[in-house]
């Protein structure tokens, strides 16, 4: 029997079981040692242990792990607060993930319009390579076929229009429109960045048809570009914004953040969640925003995140054959292979060294924000055996 012959037959798991890490390091059982520039997909915001936050979960499961939300948690006051102070946001709503968060958003948006005596406005405009959950509504946001085969009839009232295209927007817009759903930089679809003008572009188009803006910066927020979240780089407002991954740094936490004026139609009784908000999971998160807003975090993020991305070119011009292009920003990056890009990763597991595979045949390279130039470095020199490696085998 296998060892994971108990389990559903979802993943495609490599063959390594790591049981302890430790800031960019992670290690196996069998004593191997690997640089990890996945994070849990960009989960593990501040890396492995990270001492801040193991205090933190420490210190609050020796008072409460769970209340239902019939009761005021002051932790999540807390998170709420600080977030509303550092974004465009009045309001929060916690989740335990990132599809919840959507989900969150989607409710949102529609019963805004419901509350303004319009409820036929449900329809939310989406992108081609978007990826927004694994839920019945978050996969028929997505659109991909590969997420919706085989699970009945998609769930009605998503229209996907190509990426960073400003006219489809347009001509997609009618009476129905509810919101506009979009990634400020897609991760799952290949790490495509959206141009700065273009979201500047979209939100005046929502302003000039009384439709709400929802981000998702599910992967890319919480300081993963070197703002606390991608939608400053373009000076932007949006009405509702859906968070995960960072923002827990490892533990279950995603949050819904909106204007009071989006939010106006959620109500009590409209929404809730058993698990979201608890006070463990309010412990760790408030204990991430400790660091991420930390004086000089961020400006560290975009340091990093730019001695690695020129090292990541001097890489794509050395072997052009392996590496095409260059995407991202901060410390959300992505390769663009000239081959397979499993065969990609392969090589660069067999450096001992971790990343992510995603649409467009691209490799993510998502490391923990606390990062040193001398691991980005390390990171650079394994990326670089790997090419090396794969292009002396290509000729």
């Known amino acids: 029997m296998s060892q994971t012959a108990s389990l559903f037959d979802t ?194 188009l929502c302003d000039e048809h009384g439709v709400l803006l929802a981000l998702d910066e599910v992967q890319c927020g919480v300081g993963r570009t070197g703002k606390l979240f991608a939608y400053e780089w373009s000076g932007i407002t949006p009405d509702i914004v859906a968070i995960a991954k960072g923002i827990g740094g490892g533990f279950p936490v995603g949050a819904c953040l909106a204007t009071a004026e989006a939010a106006k139609g959620m109500v009590a009784g409209t929404h809730g969640t058993t698990f979201g908000g608890n006070p463990l999971a309010m412990a760790v998160g408030n204990a991430v925003l400790d660091v991420i807003l930390e004086e000089g975090f961020l400006q560290h993020v975009v340091d990093v995140g730019l001695v690695f991305s020129q090292g990541l070119a001097a890489i794509a011009d050395e072997f052009p054959d392996i590496v095409e292009e260059i995407r991202g920003r901060g410390l959300m990056l992505g390769l663009k292979a000239g081959i397979p890009n499993g065969e990609v990763l392969t090589a660069i597991r067999d450096e001992h060294m971790l990343a992510v595979p995603a649409g467009e045949n691209v490799i993510r390279l998502l490391p923990p924000l606390t990062i040193t130039v001398e691991e980005a470095r390390e990171g650079l020199s394994r990326l670089e055996a790997a090419a090396r490696k794969l292009s002396t085998a290509a000729d």
């Open 11 to 204: 993943y495609k798991r490599i063959p390594v079981r790591f049981e302890k890490g430790d800031g960019v390091w992670l290690y196996a059982e069998d004593g191997s040692k690997y640089l990890d520039f996945a994070a849990g997909i960009a989960v593990n915001s501040l890396g492995h242990s990270h001492p801040h936050l193991v205090s933190a979960l420490k210190d609050q499961a020796d008072k409460l792990w769970h209340l239902s939300n019939l009761y005021d948690i002051p932790g999540q006051t807390r998170l709420g607060d600080r977030l509303v102070e550092a974004t465009f946001a009045d309001k929060v709503f916690f989740t335990n993930s990132g599809a919840e968060a959507l989900e969150c958003s989607i409710k949102t948006a529609r019963r805004y319009h419901y509350e303004n005596g319009d409820a036929g406005r449900y329809k939310i405009i989406t992108f081609e390579g978007a990826f927004h959950g694994r839920t019945l509504a978050t996969i028929a946001a997505g659109g991909q076929e590969k997420y919706l085969e085989g699970f009945g009839p998609k769930a009605e009232g998503f229209v996907q229009v190509p990426f960073a295209d400003l006219e489809a927007v347009k001509a997609a817009i009618d009476d129905e429109t509810a919101a506009v759903l979009v990634e400020p930089i897609q991760g799952e679809g290949g790490i495509r960045v959206a141009p700065e003008q273009w979201l500047r572009d979209l939100r005046a």
